[in-house]
């Protein structure tokens, strides 16, 4: 039990998939991307990730393509601010060097810490945020997807397997980023 809690906030665990993530990103995520969610109905633009990050099980691929995992929860806050200050500290260290990272001094409205990163030369970012529902959510999306429609209503931050309402049944649904 030990080992498996350990890895968790293992540098040298999260250095794989992160690097994984980071290749898969050149072809907007479809070389990591498993079966469409919710089973059996996968019209949600939601799918599975082959990759998953130390200590997850239920990575998945967006539709306006980015990779979104809920990598922590608990009762309480100070738990989650004790986990992303452990993540705040290892996330930057196993991307490459070209990534730029910072904590946001005034978090967008929903998060209670935001840990963001970019590297522009790979066309993309990367977000750490803590929400007010004691959890923290891991994104790493492109930085820009002109495809992507703009008046479509954002989903929930948390992945698929952690949300209580029944996902919409449309076609057209776009998932915005973590700050929308």
């Not at 919710?38 to 949600?44: A, E, K, L």
């Not at 099980?57 to 309480?76: G, L, N, Q």
């Not at 397997?161 to 700050?179: K, L, N, W």
Request: glycine share 6%; charged share 25%.
């Amino acid at each position: 039990l030990r080992g498996c809690l350990a890895t968790k906030t293992d540098r040298r665990a999260w250095a794989a998939p992160l690097a994984s993530f980071i290749e898969a990103g050149a072809d907007s995520f479809a070389s990591i991307r498993g079966q469409g969610l919710p089973m059996p109905s996968s019209r949600s633009g939601l799918h599975e990730s082959l990759v998953d990050l130390p200590g997850t099980y239920d990575c998945e691929i967006t539709a306006d393509p980015a990779v979104r995992c809920t990598i922590f929860a608990a009762k309480e806050g100070g738990r989650v601010a004790d986990r992303f200050d452990e993540l705040a500290r290892i996330v930057p260290a196993a991307l490459p060097a070209s990534w730029k990272s910072r904590e946001a001094r005034d978090p967008p409205e929903g998060m209670v810490r935001e840990l963001a990163a970019e590297d522009s030369a790979a066309g993309l970012s990367l977000s750490l945020v803590a929400t007010p529902a004691h959890r923290i959510v891991f994104r790493i999306g492109l930085l820009r997807n002109p495809e992507a429609p703009k008046d479509t209503p954002a989903i929930a931050l948390d992945p698929v397997a952690f949300r209580a309402e029944t996902p919409p049944h449309s076609d057209e649904v776009a998932v915005r980023g973590v700050a929308d």
